[in-house]
């Protein structure tokens, strides 16, 4: 899991509920990403930031918001708009993204449930 | 669309026998090629990253081969082990963040 952190590991929540997921890495990385992941698919793109203060949206970025206010941090807040909130979420981060094709290194996980 | 195929979706193997994972993606332009173990409620950790140039690379018992112009890639597992049982994923790169994810090959290792 390298020098990133997610927390809590496992998350409950109840339907119309936001929450926020974190992601801390002490890596010195600029690039930080969130993914999703569902059984029987691939790892889906929701946010990434090169840099702080700045971030894009990825492939699935509805119903979710992020911020970048220092390096070291990229929380995820899951909101009452995400329609299918439960999944299993995943945070990376790499050193850049432009140059080099740069190895991305992934957090341990928050597995979200919301009933 | 880029895509990212897997197969076989899932595998059981006998402990220290050899299996083979396939990897075939339409991504392009192409810039590279990952694999991925990734275990049960864990997140994904590098195993081999090739470019456009490279056609094998080893990690331990681990072998990847890719083949450009096919776009096919290959993972040898030899002597498999009982901590070899994951999930592997195949990732496929056309720009330096823009990853393809396949859906993974479940690797089950029985003593």
């Known amino acids: 899991d390298g020098g990133i952190t997610q927390s809590p590991k496992y998350l409950f929540r109840k339907e119309g509920q936001n929450v926020t997921l974190s992601c801390e890495q002490n890596?010195?990385?600029?690039?930080m990403y969130w993914y999703r992941q569902d059984p029987g698919q691939g790892l889906r793109l929701i946010y990434y930031?090169?840099?702080?203060?700045?971030?894009q949206k990825g492939d699935i970025a509805e119903g979710y918001s992020v911020s970048r206010e220092k390096k070291e941090s990229f929380p995820l807040t899951v909101t009452s708009a995400q329609k299918n909130p439960t999944a299993f979420y995943l945070c990376?981060?790499?050193?850049?993204?432009?140059?080099?094709?740069?190895?991305?290194?992934f957090g341990p996980g928050t597995r979200l449930t919301v009933t | 669309k880029n895509q990212v195929e897997q197969s076989p979706q899932s595998l059981i193997i006998l402990e220290g026998k050899n299996c083979t994972l396939q990897?075939?993606?339409?991504?392009?332009?192409?810039?590279?090629l990952r694999w991925y173990k990734q275990d049960t409620g864990r997140g994904p950790v590098s195993l081999t990253i090739?470019?456009?140039?490279?056609n094998t690379k080893s990690n331990g018992r681990y072998t990847a081969t890719l083949d450009a112009d096919t776009k096919q890639s290959s993972l040898h597992i030899t002597a498999s082990q009982l901590s070899d049982s994951a999930s592997y994923i195949c990732?496929?790169?056309?720009?330096?963040?823009?990853?393809?994810f396949g859906a993974g090959t479940t690797v089950t290792v029985r003593a």
């Open positions: 990376a981060s790499s050193p850049r993204t432009s140059g080099r094709s740069y190895e991305q290194y």
């Open positions: 890596l010195n990385h600029d690039a």
């Open positions: 930031s090169q840099i702080v203060n700045d971030f």
């Open positions: 990897c075939n993606y339409t991504v392009s332009p192409f810039s590279n």
């Open positions: 090739m470019t456009f140039s490279e």
């Open positions: 990732v496929v790169s056309a720009s330096d963040y823009k990853l393809s």
